[in-house]
Each structure stands twice: as C-alpha cells, then as structure tokens.
C-alpha cells in the first residue's frame, strides 16, 4: 500500500512519542520513505536523532526550520509529501491544525501540503474529552481530515481511559483501510449508494424522519469512487457535500427512492443500502398544515406500511450482482442481522447497535459487524466511518471476482 509513498511523520509533545519510533519503522516496512517533524514539546521526549537513525532522513524541527541554502524547508517538506501524519497528535497540536495555524514547522507545513491528512490523538482523557477537542476534531473533520480514534486504556497518569495512543500496528490496520491510496479494485464497476434518512410527509410543514445524518453512506460512495468504480449516490437531504466526480441523485421520500433505485439497478453491479429508510409513511397527507385546536389535545396519524426496497431488488437481481444492506439495530443485533441478511437475499450486511453512545447516527464514528451470505461474520474495531466504508468496499469487491 505504502510501496514508493512520501510520509511525513509529526510527532508532538504527547508520553506517546516514542512509540511514534515504531510507527515510523512500520511505515518503512510497508514500502513508505519517512521524513519526521518533531516539536519542541516532542524533542523533550525523544530526540530527534532517534529518528534521523530510524528514517535516514533529516529531521525537521523549529531548530532547523531556516536553511543556508536558502530553501524554504517546510514548502519544500510539503510538496515531497503523499501522506500527512500526525502521530501523536497532542491537544495542542490539533488546536494549531483546527485553526489553520503556522506558528511553527509542523503547522507550517500541515498548512502548506496539499496532501491527504491522519491525526492520530493520544493526550489524557479529560483533554480528549474536552469541548474545545471535539470542536477542533469536528472542525479538522470538516476539512476532510481523517481523525482515527483514540484506545481506551492506561494512561500515563495512573487512570484508565480513552485518550491513549493506538498501538503502532492498530494504525497501520487503520490506514491500510482507508481510501486515500486505495487500488482501483473497483475500475469499470457502477455502484449505486443510498444515503440519508428518507422523509414522509404529513403535511406541506412536517414530515417522520429519523437520526440518519448520510455520514455512513457518503463515506461509502467516496470509498466506492476512490477504488475506481463509476458511483451514483441516490440522496435524501443531509448537511454534506457529495464527493467529486459522483452522481447525485436527490431524493425525499421511501416512494422517491425505491423508483430512483429500482430504475437504475439493472444497470448497476452493486448496490449498497445505506439510507435509513422510514419503515411507515402516513395514510394519507394534508394539504394545508395540520393545525391545533380548542377542543382537541390529540392527534392520531395512520400509517401503512413503505415499500421494501431490497425486498424487490431481490426480485430483478441477476447472479452477478451483488447487494449489500445495513442494520441499524438495539437489540438482538446478530439475529436481527441475519435475518434479514437471508429474507432480502443480500450477499454483504453491515449490522450495527445504534443503542450504542459515540457510533451510528449522527457520528463521525461507528462499529459494525460484516456478516456475508455464507454466514461467516467479523467485527470492526470502533473507528471512522471511511474507514470502516473502505473496509466495506474491499469486501464488495472480493464478492464481486466471486460472482
């Protein structure tokens, strides 16, 4: 994955340098030349000769920021670049990268590559845990920086909890997942994603919906388009802005999107149900807005039944094809997983326990169990969503050679 790529590892002022020592080495081995930015909080905790030795690389820091020569040392750093790494990142340094600071060489030259970018955090849990951290992971998210998630475990302090540095081999299962430097595993392929929740209406002011923000399914329809694959994204409203170079179709309600996929399948080699999709709709919706009365503190709605999508994809689906569902689910969510799995005749199910704080709806992060038509399952460690869509679309992929 790594073979012939340009990393630019930055390690900052967090107990957890050393192991970026590991981290570097494994990089290396996966084929990655490496070059290290170490912070002046970082050189209190390793030094920068540690990985001049490890990388056979210079290492830049603020010591060694202005050069003789007369080259601008963080621009040329940046423009080497293929992946940025930040590993540790402490709180600070995600602060600095969240507000597009360049106040030293490491966000100088974050700053100033245009390169795909991973923060791996690691500080102690109540910084973790802190709103201006979250506003910083929220705001370095928003910047389509990917953000992996701390473990839960032993902190320097004596306490245990989430904050901790990932095990140097944990962070490369998690980049090898990611899209950035994926093979075009897909090329040639048409994959139709669905995300979003679909909404029913009541009236010409309010409609049911639910949780549903379309990280899941915008996460996958990238993942689809960076391995290669010509990628229709068929869309109830979200907040998000579609990938490049994707087809967007818009839709509202479960009726809008069983036409806009029953009309486009055939012509497709996968399908890949991310939307949440509103099991009941209104019996029948007003034409002015349903208004409050003196005399009546209720309101009964009557609902029927939505079309089941997948249900009547199985009816048209061709030996070749493959389709791949998910379930969102809060309680028995292995057996709920499986059987649907089976009734919908899907070849891939991404299950996952919404009753869970921190993953599924509304997240930028999630845990699924991926359970395929031969009844064989594994988890996902909890992660970013466009790790675990990689993941997903890796497995699309092998189903599809099978076929």
Do not use: C
């Not at 084929?31 to 030094?47: H, P, Q, S, Y």
Request: aromatic content about 4%; overall charge neutral.
């Amino acid at each position: 994955m790594f073979e012939g790529k340009h990393v630019t590892l930055t390690v900052s002022g967090s107990v957890a340098a050393y192991k970026a020592a590991t981290l570097a080495r494994e990089l290396q081995r996966a084929g990655a030349t490496v070059r290290v930015i170490l912070t002046r909080a970082a050189a209190k905790f390793v030094t920068p000769a540690t990985f001049a030795a490890l990388t056979k690389q210079p290492v830049l820091t603020d010591e060694t920021w202005w050069r003789d020569d007369g080259q601008i040392a963080h621009v040329e750093l940046a423009d080497w670049t293929d992946l940025a790494l930040a590993a540790p990142a402490s709180a600070n340094l995600m602060a600095q990268l969240a507000q597009g600071q360049a106040d030293d060489v490491a966000s100088a030259t974050w700053l100033a590559t245009a390169a795909p970018k991973v923060v791996v955090p690691a500080m102690n849990s109540h910084m973790w845990q802190a709103a201006a951290t979250q506003r910083n992971r929220q705001q370095l998210l928003a910047d389509g920086v990917v953000v992996l998630q701390p473990a839960t475990g032993a902190l320097a302090e004596g306490y245990s909890g989430t904050g901790r540095f990932p095990e140097p081999a944990e962070i490369m299962t998690q980049l090898q997942q990611l899209s950035m430097f994926a093979p075009q595993i897909l090329q040639g392929k048409h994959v139709i994603v669905t995300a979003g929740g679909t909404r029913e209406r009541l009236d010409p002011v309010r409609f049911l919906t639910n949780d549903s923000s379309g990280k899941m399914g915008y996460a996958v329809a990238a993942a689809a388009q960076a391995a290669g694959a010509d990628v229709t994204l068929i869309s109830a409203p979200t907040r998000l802005t579609p990938p490049e170079e994707v087809t967007v179709v818009s839709i509202q309600s479960t009726t809008d999107l069983a036409d806009a996929v029953l009309a486009r399948f055939p012509q497709a080699d996968a399908l890949v149900m991310a939307a949440a999709v509103a099991d009941f709709q209104p019996l029948t919706v007003a034409d002015q807005k349903i208004k409050k009365t003196a005399d009546n503190d209720e309101l009964i709605l009557k609902l029927k039944k939505t079309p089941d999508i997948l249900a009547e994809v199985a009816k048209i689906k061709k030996s070749q094809q493959v389709t791949v569902g998910f379930a969102a689910e809060t309680q028995n969510l292995l057996a709920n997983a499986r059987q649907k799995l089976q009734r919908k005749s899907l070849d891939l199910l991404a299950a996952n326990d919404v009753s869970q704080a921190g993953i599924g709806f509304n997240s930028d992060d999630n845990q699924v169990t991926f359970i395929q038509a031969d009844g064989t399952s594994d988890q996902t460690p909890k992660t970013s969503k466009r790790v675990i869509a990689t993941a997903l679309i890796k497995r699309l992929a092998t189903i599809l050679e099978t076929k």
